[in-house]
């Protein structure tokens, strides 16, 4: 598999066994583009994240949606540098 952020805000999921369609799509979830995607060791959740000092999103691939926000004053990505 392969999960790739786009400038759109969407996550899309492809697999290396099919042609270059997207098996999954993911989007409404960010208002930015997409700069980081991490998979986490489940492979049924991404941790996704936008510009610096932008929420980071857990998308629960199985319900297609964002299940928790991590923001706050006291919290700052610095996911998204490169």
Known sequence: MVYSGHSDGSVRIYSLNQNSTPITQIKGIIDFPINYV???SNRYQLLVS?????PIHL???KMNKSIHKYEGKDFFNTLARA
């Open 38 to 40: 991490s998979v986490l």
């Open 59 to 61: 998308l629960d691939l």
């Open 50 to 54: 936008s510009q610096e000092g932008s």
